[in-house]
């Protein structure tokens, strides 16, 4: 399972953060964009190597790019706290600041793995997990349902790019809070994600040039709902006993599934869908529909 680990945790430190920024369409991003190999690659080389010291510089090389990219977050709170107050545009800017802010966590229980030591009690291994799931769970999954809830000015939309955030917050109290806290957050975000699965599906989708970005997406959405139905199971078995998937299991179902399925295919997609254009076809079609 740690091999398996350890590849999801490159992709998401090479390839999805990266590209995430880049859809961000956050001129203020660009610059820690442009620098996140020289934070990334060491943190990737840390995966492979012994627990130690070595690892554990690296791993901090790493944490020093996440924790820079964190403070993004209030500085975007400060200076743009127009979005922040309209209830159109709240959502999918509190997405963006969740996504900004989720790497660091990931690097916090990195370095602490590398490291060879506990982290508020948590075993080495749960800190190993902790380290793909706030790259997917926390970093990919909010910017997508920010975007889509930026694209789709609906009370679903604004639903799904609050969701996300909030699962996520109550997902990481439940690690320090008990199982039962962490199935509360676990049924918020797939009720989140589920939504961005169907709003991608319905609303997204349809506004695709392209074949090949409508299979993306159409692949993200439905990708997305079958891994999402597999952390409810996992969630709701640990909090009240009932049979549920091995860690094992889950790295192998779950953690492949929303690494390839969900957000590499989500990220292309968007790359390939101008968020703007599609705000606009979105409109459009809705408008043509109130019409008809």
Same mark, same amino acid.
């Given at each position: @399972?740690? $091999? ?8 998401? @430190?090479?390839?999805?953060?990266? &590209? ?31 627990? #130690?010291?070595?690892? !554990? ?9 996440? $924790? ?12 743009? =706290? ?6 159109? !545009? ?7 600041? !969740?996504?900004?802010? *989720? =790497?660091?966590? &990931?690097? %916090?229980?990195? %370095?602490?793995?590398?490291? #060879?030591? +506990? ?11 902790? %380290? ?7 970093? *990919? ?10 694209? %789709?000015?609906?009370? *679903? ?13 109550? $997902? ?30 319905? !609303? ?17 959405? *439905? ?9 409810? &199971? ?8 009932? =049979?549920? +998937? ?14 390839? #399925?969900?957000?590499?295919? &989500? ?26």
């Amino acid at each position: @399972m740690s $091999v398996l680990v350890g590849l999801i945790v490159m992709l998401g @430190m090479l390839v999805i953060v990266p &590209s995430g920024l880049r859809l961000a369409d956050a001129p203020d991003l660009d610059r820690i964009r442009r620098l996140w190999p020289v934070f990334a690659v060491p943190g990737a080389v840390a995966l492979w190597l012994p627990r #130690g010291p070595l690892a !554990t510089v690296l791993a901090l090389g790493y944490g020093l790019g996440a $924790v820079l990219l964190a403070l993004h977050a209030p500085a975007r709170i400060v200076r743009r =706290p127009g979005p922040l107050l309209s209830w159109r !545009t709240a959502p999918a800017e509190i997405a963006l600041l !969740t996504a900004l802010s *989720a =790497p660091a966590v &990931s690097a %916090v229980a990195l %370095v602490a793995e590398r490291s #060879g030591r +506990p982290l508020f009690g948590f075993g080495l291994g749960i800190l190993a997990l902790t %380290v793909p799931h706030f790259h997917f769970a926390g970093f *990919a999954a909010a910017l997508v349902a920010g975007l889509v809830g930026r694209v %789709v000015d609906s009370a *679903a939309g604004r639903f799904a790019a609050l969701s996300v955030p909030l699962g996520t917050l109550l $997902v990481l109290t439940g690690y320090f809070i008990g199982d039962w806290a962490e199935l509360a957050g676990a049924v918020v975000l797939t009720a989140g994600m589920w939504t961005v699965a169907l709003l991608t599906w319905r !609303t997204v989708r349809p506004a695709a040039r392209d074949r090949t970005t409508g299979l993306l997406l159409a692949a993200s959405a *439905a990708v997305l709902a079958a891994t999402m139905a597999l952390a409810l &199971s996992w969630a709701l078995g640990e909090a009240t006993g009932l =049979p549920h +998937p091995t860690l094992t299991w889950m790295a192998a179902t779950h953690g492949v599934g929303n690494a390839l #399925g969900f957000a590499l295919c &989500s990220v292309l997609a968007w790359q390939r869908l101008n968020p703007r254009s599609a705000h606009e076809e979105t409109r459009e079609g809705t408008h043509e529909g109130r019409t008809a």
